[in-house]
């Protein structure tokens, strides 16, 4: 059977043309009985070509898939059939964000969560349908394949992912802690480091868009953290703190510490009533040998109030003195002072006899924590 005239008109511009081609190569050959003949064969066959290729038009190319879904040698409305009962549900599934017994999620709901099953289906069927008539229908005869895996558009809510990575990083997130001493007037503890956590907001964002746009079944998505390490170590602590004096105003003992042990403890005197040695934690703020005494301009220095006495028998400051709170310190008494030792007897100092404030002066840098309790 002849096809009809309109077959051909109908086949896309390339398609004519090598149609046209062969038959005018055949055109010049010699053998004027061949020729029509082979002519009408051309035609025949053109026609039932086109006729066939007219047929495949709803049909997937084999080799093709969507979201790792089949849907090779499926009409448009099997494909779109099968996508929606085999792909819909993985997406439609909550996604979950989890750092050890911490659980985040994102349900798609909440993330206005939509996939382009047709616009998958449309790529897909374009494909099929890429190249000219004659590879199209030896593809299809041959059961040749496209080999093409296509994605699904899919959109979701940009804000909703912002504001679980926000969740995420306010609820994780928190600062290393460095080990530290906790000061009482007759000891000192240790406080443990502890280890911080730094959520990597930027990754966890980029892991729930693919996760949204790449659905795996039955698989959490771990959380992206750093951990952040602390400057000092627990067991470091001793190290960073060579020397600490705690003072017990009422026992009247001064203790100092080395590297977190005892290794010494001095009987005192302490601040009288109305002019009591101050509590708190202190630092040695600056140390002198055989001092002057610098008189505070308070009333209760007479007529000696804001003079300097130089050290001697006049001056009270003895041998030494370890400044921790600007005019108030530690410095040594004279001997006929000792008596006051274990009382509340200055003017708001610590005292101490003569060798042993020399001691400690010996065993104590500036900078040195000063607790009195």
């Known amino acids: 059977m002849v096809p009809r005239a309109g077959a ?45 290729d007219r047929s495949q038009g709803d049909l997937i190319a084999h080799g093709i898939s969507v979201g790792g879904i089949d849907i090779g040698g499926l009409t448009v409305a099997k494909a779109r059939s099968r996508l929606r009962a085999e792909l ?14 911490h659980r985040y999620v994102l349900s798609p709901r909440a993330d206005h969560l939509a996939v382009d099953i047709d616009g998958a289906i449309e790529r897909a069927l ?15 005869l041959t059961g040749g394949h496209v080999d093409l895996a296509l994605q699904p558009q899919v959109d979701f809510s940009k804000v909703a992912v912002g504001r679980l990575v926000d969740e995420v990083t306010s609820s994780l997130d928190h600062p290393a802690r460095d080990a530290s001493i906790s000061y009482s007037a007759d000891s000192v503890g240790e406080i443990p480091s502890q280890t911080g956590l730094s959520v990597d907001a930027a990754a966890l964002k980029h892991a729930l868009q693919s996760a949204l746009q790449h659905p795996t079944v039955g698989d959490d998505l771990t959380i992206p ?3 952040l390490t602390p ?17 017990d105003r009422g026992s009247f003992q001064l203790r100092l510490w080395k590297h977190l042990k005892l290794v010494s403890t001095y009987p005192i005197a302490v601040g009288m009533q109305g002019l009591e040695t101050p509590g708190g934690l202190y630092h040695i703020q600056w140390k002198q040998v055989d001092p002057p005494w610098y008189v505070p301009n308070d009333s209760w220095a007479g ?5 300097v006495v130089p050290p001697g028998p006049a001056d009270p400051l003895k041998a030494r003195f370890l400044s921790f709170d600007g005019g108030a310190g530690i410095h040594g008494i004279d001997p006929s002072e000792y008596g006051t030792i274990g009382h509340d007897a200055s003017h708001g100092c610590i005292r101490m006899t003569i060798p042993d404030v020399i001691a400690l002066y010996a065993q104590t840098p500036v900078g040195s924590p000063v607790y009195i309790g």
Do not use: C, W
Request: net charge positive.
């Open 231 to 247: 400057k000092i170590p627990t067991g470091e602590l001793a190290g960073e703190n060579p020397t600490i004096i705690t003072v």
């Open 225 to 227: 953290v750093r951990t």
């Open 88 to 101: 819909l549900p993985h997406f439609n599934q909550p996604v979950v964000a989890r750092y050890h017994t």
């Open 8 to 52: 051909l008109a109908e086949l896309d511009f390339g398609e004519a043309r090598l149609l046209q081609s062969v038959v005018r190569s055949l055109v010049r050959g010699r053998s004027s009985f061949i020729i029509p003949l082979v002519i009408a064969g051309l035609l025949v066959g053109a026609g039932g070509m086109y006729a066939y």
């Open 303 to 307: 007529s000696l109030a804001g003079t």
């Open 126 to 140: 374009q494909r099929s349908r890429d190249g000219n008539i004659f590879v199209r229908v030896f593809r299809s």
